[in-house]
């Protein structure tokens, strides 16, 4: 989207109009929203700040643009508001009563299956040994899939009895995976390996253990003696160090626990059949750690000794036999090692937070590890080996039909909440699991384990099947991409067709169906992964395909029944209907671009794939003879030859180009209603668009129009004020650049004074200026009343006035605005009717408007947000992400990088920069590093990866490969050998790269995609002239390409041997994208609650986002991206209201998900450990605070180096404890680092700068150093004098501290003579040195992370906390994750200073 909050569509439900303008000056930061034109409650208009901008790409699949009036929401919400109440049946508790253990009670909701139970069961302490036994109520059996509230005589208090069942194989088979799996619980290794959606946590490691209790227990001054408070040297403020070993800290409760030696399955299995017939299930042998070989056999009654041995097959129960329900219970009896260890792993498994076991919906590849020993293991051997195809066994009829699970997920009911519930938690579940099997499946087929379909092509052509998912390789088979840029097109398309299924699921059309898409990089290989139309593989595509073409366009047919599925999707997408000529030179309809094509399948539904052109062309990549772009796009050198002509504007970008428009469409309409008030007795001249009266009249209009919003307009026909729309109405069909006014407006060349502020500013940020508009209302409500009826009722002057803003704006109807793009324009190959050119030459027109909207508005106004710090990008997947939200691609990163090169205020933005050229050197390497993959032997793959990285990272001049010395061949022939590599061919063309060759290449890769062109011949010139990081480089590159390496120092500077050998590389990962599915009813309650914060209404926006957590666990799970954006709000609110060890208790949430979901060091990440050790500090708990900023500064030292302005707001977090537990010197080296990162990147006279001051000098005053106090807080004083004026409360405060100071300075002076002229036995007056009370350096902590505290009264907090408590209780242990990169904090909307 655009910049901040500027347009996020008003999707906000119930905001009542008056609401949106609270927060003063600070959504923006611009100093003049203060009166922001209301937002008419159809959702038009109306900035709601309501994600603070890094809404995460799917803001825009979310909210469908203004255009559609989201008026609905407001009944919908109502009408939710009812539906929420059915679904918070309340909980109540049931006794259970397990063999062996005393009766316990458990809370249950009504919806639980009793499955749940089960699962509960499983994983507590004392029952966690039990997988196969039934849940018994009056003797009756419970059925596991029934819902609790369908099962009669259940009620408060009933008791529930645990009754042993009998062993199946497939139960003792369950039964061994899970005692697997408990013994393994606290072994990391699954995560490092990232298997079964395991991944790494290290929040314990700083919090020694849960957070919640401790806080209570200590006293509030009883830490202050014991914090040690020095963190290690690579941590202070200017350290050149950057370890890699601290990244991943020892957890002391990995040292792994043996409880076994061996446990695994017999070599005697299966059973023989005379066994069989005795109940023998299957033969286990374990290795007690006494060293006790023994012989299992798994019967229907349950686990006992027999008397086989490893060459003997005797099958009969030894003596005693032990026979037990549980394996545990048995091998508790043979092994005393196993009953102690077992037991106390048990106990550490179930004090750690079950957030750091539960499994995460997407698998999260770490891309370092520790050297981890290889231990046997049964379970994951047998899964490698059999088709275990996700857990297979658990579902009837083994493979699972994917296409049918995808698809009745979608078709599943809508009407009210609990079924949008059901369906969106069916849809999400579904989705996640095929992109876990789809990712399988791809890292099969490239590692050559699964027979393709079509054996006798060469490989690059081959197609599979696997697990009824099919797969295909990203090159131009068959030519098919020939025209469009081969290879390269073919790697492309996969993408842009995943784009295209997103767009197409989010808006979510009824009877229209999109194919399960995956996209795995891996090892070098672009993999396409689908699900099969049932049917598609038994006949030819041509006579399957009965809408679009399969030649791109020269053959194209068309179908009814597609054109009304595809009608529906067209306005959200903003698809023209329009017609092509197919090779008889008829016209046919499509509402798509013609390679879309339907196919029904057998099972009757109607299927669209190949969606790679859902959204139309980007013309600034696509040269086309005979096109002229718009004046600004030439400026900047495009259109530019791309690699392929496959280059797409993203949907954000047509969004924000859109809402642009509907401004101008606005602002227009205003202006002629306005100049006919005025112009009653001239109507003849104006009607005459020619004559020169309505012109001259026009102007002085136009020209205030144009000073009354300082945006450089797009095109020369983007800003058109009426009286351009009316000379370009005669031009319209000669080139729009001959607009005879255009040069008053049209393309003005920024100012100075804009240029500083970044260009021009952001498409929305003219909204300030709407009030300069008189009109603008009365404009609005016309635009409404044209678009509601058919028009009749108007008299013709207004509807004259709506014609011609229509036109002026290129909207596709002439009475209501409405802009849509054909996505089939300047396609190879397709051809247009004739009476349609007038047509096509808008949408020409429209598409190269779109491009310019781009460079002249969107850049702009992305460099902007970063200067006002509204967009901190932290590392490139946050850079990237602050790119798309703006509708730019990856493509423009040169664009971008020049743009801010060539800005005064380039000092500013210093690090974004240096980000922005990481990202294009690491994804110049990534390119090459794909073609370089491909000709790679397996055997020598980790050779090959490090000596690329070694060619890449390390200042060792002549890398040369180790071609892998053959571990198979014996020492004596290999003196004869030594020339000839295994593998023969051309397999090691990879071993002759060296560092120059591939810097060289990395120049040029940068100059040919991203036309930039980089100064620096090698790894050591990039690192000195642009103040890169090399390890910063080497975490880009390897999360980018899935490397996974040895985590150690590497020694990146030696000059004598490279960094990395073979050993160092651990993996190589898959690099997967996918569709996510969004929880849209939890998403909308998320928005409002939001909303409400915003205006102050703490307790309604509490209550709703409690309501958005419910509902997003109800959706997700426990684990999710959004559910960390829930659970951080609520933490800030609870924090707000007072509420200390709830806020932490959230936030420890929302930092372990972060962690899990994300990465461990993830920008976000590293934000929520910021904001835990604030809430930690409040409740007392300073060395915990204390670890938390220090673990926060060392990824930011990783993720991005010191130099970028949140490390200024660390800094001053770290300074400030340090100041309250009197570390002064410390405190002092922390603080003026903050200062002169603040002083560089805010300016000098920022008000952030005296704020640093102040600290500073406060930290000089506990020190009795008054001198440098003085000087410090002068410096602050005058800042806010000049800033905010003499009467403003912070100039007052600090001039009374200046006073304070000077009187303290001249006490001590006093003191100092005296001591000077009397000797020892002078009278000292005793000086007043304070150490720092805790509130006040909680104060200072609250301002400098932008928290106002908002006054309730004790009734209302009272009130606030026993509904959230309810609500607790409710849902007991809610849980919640980020929207992608949203920082979405209060503080952002509050700052205090700046």
Not at 913 to 941: M, N, P
Not at 1026 to 1037: D, N, S, W
């Amino acid at each position: 989207m655009v910049s901040k909050t500027d347009d996020i569509p008003a999707s906000v439900p119930n905001c009542s109009p008056a609401d949106f303008a609270r927060d003063g000056e600070t959504a923006n930061s611009k100093g003049t929203t203060s009166k922001k034109e209301p937002s008419c409650a159809c959702g038009h208009g109306g900035e709601t700040a309501v994600m603070n901008g890094d809404a995460g790409h799917d803001q825009a699949e979310e909210a469908d643009s203004k255009q559609d009036g989201s008026g609905d929401a407001d009944q919908a919400e109502d009408a939710n508001e009812q539906e929420v109440i059915v679904i918070q049946d309340t909980g109540f508790t049931v006794k259970i009563q397990a063999p062996g253990t005393e009766p316990f009670d458990l809370q249950v909701s009504p919806q639980e299956m009793v499955q749940e139970i089960h699962q509960v069961l499983m994983d507590r302490e004392d029952t966690c040994h039990r997988t196969c036994f039934s849940l018994q109520l009056d003797g009756n059996v419970l059925d596991n899939f029934a819902e609790l509230k369908s099962i009669e005589g259940l009620q408060e208090g009933s008791l529930l009895k645990v009754v042993e069942e009998p062993y199946t194989v497939r139960e003792a088979r369950i039964h061994v995976r899970h005692i697997r799996d408990l013994l393994k619980s606290l072994d990391p290794s699954d995560a490092y390996n990232g298997v079964d959606c395991n991944s790494l946590s290290f929040l314990s490691v700083f919090s020694d253990g849960d957070l919640g209790d401790t806080g209570k227990r200590k006293k509030k001054g009883s830490e202050l003696e014991q914090i040690d408070c020095t963190p290690p040297e690579h941590i202070l403020p200017g350290s050149k160090e950057r370890p890699l070993v601290p990244l991943q800290p020892q957890n002391k409760d990995w040292k792994p626990m043996q409880c076994l030696k061996v446990l695994t399955m017999s070599s005697w299995n299966p059973p023989p059949g005379n066994r069989k017939m005795h109940g023998d299930l299957m033969y286990l042998y374990i290795v007690t750690v006494e060293d006790r070989h023994v012989s299992i056999t798994a019967s229907t009654r349950g686990f006992y000794l027999n008397q086989s041995t490893t060459y003997n097959f005797s099958p009969k129960p030894a003596n005693p036999s032990f026979l037990s329900h549980s394996l545990v219970e048995l091998l508790s009896q043979i092994s005393a090692a196993f009953k102690k260890n077992f037991t106390t792993l048990q106990k550490k498994r179930v004090q750690r937070h079950p957030f750091e076991r539960i499994a995460t919906p997407f698998q999260v590849y770490s891309w370092t590890a520790p050297q981890i020993d290889h231990a046997m293991d049964c379970v994951r051997a047998e899964d490698a080996y059999t088709s275990r195809l996700g857990y297979e066994e658990h579902i009837p009829g083994q493979t699972r039909d994917w296409n049918e699970e995808l698809q009745t997920t979608r078709e599943l009911s809508r009407k009210n909440l609990p079924e949008r519930l059901l369906r969106e938690r069916a849809i999400f579940k579904v989705h996640s699991d095929f992109a876990a099997a789809a990712t399988r499946g791809a890292m099969a087929v490239i590692d050559g384990n699964v027979m393709a379909i079509n054996p006798g092509e060469e490989t690059r052509m081959q197609m599979f099947i696997w697990n009824n998912i099919f797969f295909s390789l990203g090159f131009d088979v068959r030519d098919h991409y020939r025209e469009l840029g081969g290879d390269s097109a073919a790697h492309a398309a996969p993408t842009n067709d995943l784009n295209g299924v997103r767009a197409y699921s989010a808006v979510d059309v009824e009877g229209l169906y999109t194919l399960g898409t995956v996209v795995v990089d891996y090892r070098g290989y672009r993999v396409t992964a689908q699900s099969i139309i049932p049917g598609i593989l038994e006949r030819e595509q041509e006579q399957s395909v009965i809408y679009g073409s399969i030649d791109f366009g020269k053959t194209v047919v068309s179908h009814p029944k597609y054109l009304e599925l595809l009608e529906k999707t067209s306005r959200p997408l903003k698809v023209q209907r329009h017609a092509v000529l197919n090779e008889k030179d008829s016209a046919v309809e499509l509402c798509s671009s013609v390679e879309c094509k339907g196919i029904i399948g057998n099972d009757g539904r109607h299927y669209i794939l190949d969606l790679l052109r859902t959204f139309p062309p980007d013309l600034n990549f696509l040269p086309v003879e005979g096109e002229e772009l718009t004046p600004e796009s030439q400026k900047l050198g495009f259109p530019r030859q791309h690699r392929h002509r496959l280059a797409c504007l993203r949907q954000e970008l047509i969004e924000a180009f859109v809402e642009h428009r509907y401004l101008l469409f606005m602002k227009m309409a205003a202006l002629q209603l306005m100049q006919q008030k005025a112009n009653k007795d001239k109507t003849a001249a104006l009607q005459d668009p020619n004559a020169a009266g309505g012109e001259s009249e026009n102007k002085p209009l136009a020209l205030e129009s144009c000073d009354g919003t300082p945006d450089s307009p797009t095109s020369s026909e983007s800003t058109l004020t009426p009286e351009d729309s009316e000379a370009t109405t005669v031009s319209e069909n000669s080139s729009l650049t001959e607009v005879p006014i255009a040069s008053t407006n049209g393309t003005h060349e920024p100012s100075a004074a804009e240029r500083q502020n970044g260009g021009c500013d952001g498409p929305l940020e003219g909204k300030e200026a709407d009030e300069n508009i008189p009109g603008l209302a009365q404009a609005k409500e016309l635009a409404e009343s044209l678009a509601a009826e058919d028009g009749s009722g108007i008299d013709p002057k207004s509807r004259e006035v709506v014609l011609n803003a229509c036109k002026a704006v290129g909207s596709i109807s002439n009475s209501s605005f409405d802009i849509r793009f054909n996505p089939d324009i300047f396609s190879p190959g397709v051809r247009f009717p004739h009476d349609s050119n007038e047509d096509i030459q808008k949408q020409k027109q429209l598409l190269k408007d779109a491009a310019a909207f781009l460079v002249s508005c969107q850049i702009p106004s992305l460099v902007k947000d970063c200067l006002d710090h509204s967009s901190l990008p932290m590392d490139g997947a946050t850079m990237t992400e602050a790119l798309h939200q703006r509708g730019i691609n990856v493509r423009y990163l040169g664009t971008v990088l020049d743009f801010m090169d060539n800005m005064p205020a380039k000092a500013q933005l210093e690090h974004i920069y240096r980000i922005g050229i990481s990202e294009l050197i690491t994804r110049c390497a990534k390119h090459i590093f794909k073609t370089y993959l491909q000709g790679v032997d397996l055997s020598a793959l980790s050779a090959a990866v490090s000596h690329f990285l070694n060619c890449l990272l390390s200042s060792f001049p002549d890398a040369v490969a180790h071609l892998p010395a053959d571990e198979l061949v014996s020492r004596k022939k290999s003196r004869k050998r030594r020339n000839r590599v295994p593998g023969g061919g051309d397999n090691t063309a990879w071993a002759s790269l060296t560092p120059s060759e591939l810097w060289k290449n990395i120049i040029s890769e940068a100059h040919g995609y991203y036309n930039f062109s980089l100064q620096c011949e090698s790894v050591d010139q990039a690192v000195e002239k642009y103040g890169l990081q090399k390890i910063t480089l080497l975490r880009e590159i390897s999360i980018k390409t899935g490397i996974q390496i040895l985590i150690k120092e590497y020694n990146f500077d030696s000059r004598h041997k490279p960094a990395f050998t073979e050993e160092d590389i651990l993996n190589i990962f898959p690099v997967v994208k996918h569709v996510n599915p969004k929880a849209s009813d939890a998403f909308h309650f998320f928005q409002s609650g939001q909303a409400k914060v915003q205006q102050g209404f703490l307790k309604e926006g509490c209550e709703l986002i409690n309501e958005a957590l419910n509902l997003f666990n109800n959706v997700y799970g426990a684990m999710h991206v959004e559910i960390c954006a829930c659970l951080r709000l609520l933490a800030r609110l609870n924090y707000i209201m007072g509420d200390h060890p709830e806020a932490l208790s959230n936030q420890q949430k929302a930092v372990l998900m972060s962690e899990r979901v994300l990465g461990i060091e993830h920008p976000n990440t590293i934000q929520e450990y910021m904001h835990l050790a604030l809430y930690c500090f409040a409740n007392g708990q300073l060395s915990t605070a204390l670890k938390l900023l220090y673990r926060a500064r060392y990824l930011m030292l990783v993720v991005c180096g010191e130099d970028h302005p949140e490390m200024a707001l660390l800094d001053s977090n770290i300074g400030l404890v340090l100041h309250g537990v009197m570390e002064y010197d410390l405190s002092l080296r922390f603080l003026e680092n903050a200062l002169a990162i603040n002083t560089k990147y805010h300016g000098p006279r920022s008000l952030k700068v005296a704020l640093s001051h102040h600290l500073v000098a406060r930290v000089y005053e506990s020190k009795a150093e008054f001198r440098s106090a003085l000087q410090h807080e002068k410096e602050g004083y005058t800042i806010y004098k000049n800033q905010v004026g003499e009467a403003h409360e912070k100039t007052k405060e600090s001039s009374e501290y200046l006073k304070y100071l000077t009187q303290q300075a001249v006490a001590l002076q006093r003191t100092m003579n005296e001591i000077y002229k009397n000797g020892s036995n002078a009278s000292i007056m005793p000086l007043k040195f304070t150490a720092p009370s805790m509130a006040s350096v909680l104060e200072q902590l609250n301002i400098i992370n932008g928290i106002i505290f908002i006054p309730l009264s004790q009734k209302d907090l009272e009130n606030l906390k026993a509904e959230v408590q309810r609500r607790q209780l409710m849902q007991d242990s809610g849980k919640i994750q980020e929207q992608q990169g949203s920082q979405l904090e209060l503080d952002d909307k509050l700052p205090v200073d700046d």
